[in-house]
């Protein structure tokens, strides 16, 4: 029982030290209050995720265009940097899912990245949001590291 006991204790320990060490990236409204606007021509996607009840520990890729951007990681965001027109946003977990963003020049536009139960695990579906919901919905979330 001693031995379970201190098993524990280390286990939560070392925990506690790695997860003590990762700092959460600053939140949207501040992030975005401070984000110079993007180059002349260029526009921006937004990508989201908020936490949910199930599949937290499901991270895919975020692929836009064919090439991997960031994790899809619940209670985050991030963004990038596009030339406007249309552009491919897909996830791949036990099935791929994917959504065309259609940027206008000097715009923004956003992609919620959620969660539905699939016959596995879950998948992650990107979904285009309209400004003022993915604004409201992002205040808490924080960038991703």
């Not at 939560?12 to 110079?36: E, H, N, Q, V, W």
């Not at 699939?118 to 309209?130: A, F, K, N, S």
Request: one cysteine or more.
């Amino acid at each position: 029982m001693l031995r379970i006991i201190r098993t524990l204790g280390v286990v939560l320990t070392i925990t506690a030290l790695f997860t003590g060490c990762s700092t959460p990236g600053p939140k949207f409204t501040d992030y975005r209050s401070t984000l110079a606007p993007p180059a002349d021509g260029m526009s921006r996607i937004w990508f989201y995720r908020n936490k949910a009840f199930f599949g937290d520990g499901m991270v895919p890729y975020v692929k836009l265009d064919g090439t991997n951007v960031a994790r899809s990681i619940p209670g985050t965001f991030f963004q990038t940097e596009v030339a406007p027109g249309l552009h491919k946003v897909s996830v791949s977990t036990e099935a791929t899912k994917e959504v065309m963003v259609n940027v206008r020049t000097n715009a923004d536009a956003f992609v919620n990245l959620y969660l539905v139960p699939g016959i596995l695990v879950g998948r992650v579906v990107p979904t285009v949001v309209i400004d003022a919901d993915a604004i409201r919905s992002m205040s808490e979330l924080t960038l991703v590291k």
